[in-house]
C-alpha cells in the first residue's frame, strides 16, 4: 500500500512563493511517475505537473517558467516550487503516483490528502 504526505501549503502574497513536498511511503517510488494536481473551488481538478522516473517534466501552460518539479528517489519524495505566485494558483494541491503494471500495463494511482494553497491579492 502506498501512502502519500504533503507539506508546506500555506497563505501567501501574492509575488511570493512556497514549496509543496510529498513523501511517499512503499517501494515503488522509484519506478513511478508523480505528479501535482490541483482543484479550486468550482473547477475540476487539474494536472499542475508531472515528472517521471527518469527526470522527464511536464507542466501547464499555466505555471511554466513559474513552478518547478523535482523528486529525490532516495528520500522517495517529491517538490513542486511555485514562485511568483497568483491569486489564480489558490487551489488544493493533490499529489499524485502512478505506475503501470502487467500485461496490459494497468494504471495504478494513489493520491495525498491535499494541501490548501492561498494567495492573497
Known amino acids: 500500500q502506498v501512502q502519500l504526505v504533503e507539506s508546506g501549503g500555506g497563505l501567501v502574497q501574492a509575488g511570493g512563493s512556497l514549496r509543496l513536498s510529498c513523501a511517499a511511503s512503499g517501494t515503488i517510488f522509484s519506478i513511478s511517475v508523480m505528479g501535482w494536481y490541483r482543484q479550486a473551488p468550482g473547477k475540476q481538478r487539474e494536472l499542475v505537473a508531472a515528472?517521471?522516473?527518469?527526470?522527464?517534466?511536464n507542466y501547464a501552460d499555466s505555471v511554466k517558467g513559474r513552478f518547478t518539479i523535482s523528486r529525490d528517489n532516495a528520500k522517495n519524495t517529491v517538490y513542486l516550487q511555485m514562485n511568483s505566485l497568483g491569486p489564480e494558483d489558490t487551489a488544493v494541491y493533490y499529489c499524485n503516483l502512478h505506475y503501470t503494471r502487467g500485461l496490459f500495463s494497468s494504471r495504478y494511482d494513489y493520491w495525498g490528502q491535499g494541501t490548501q494553497v492561498t494567495v492573497s491579492s
Open positions: 515528472i517521471t522516473s527518469g527526470g522527464n517534466t
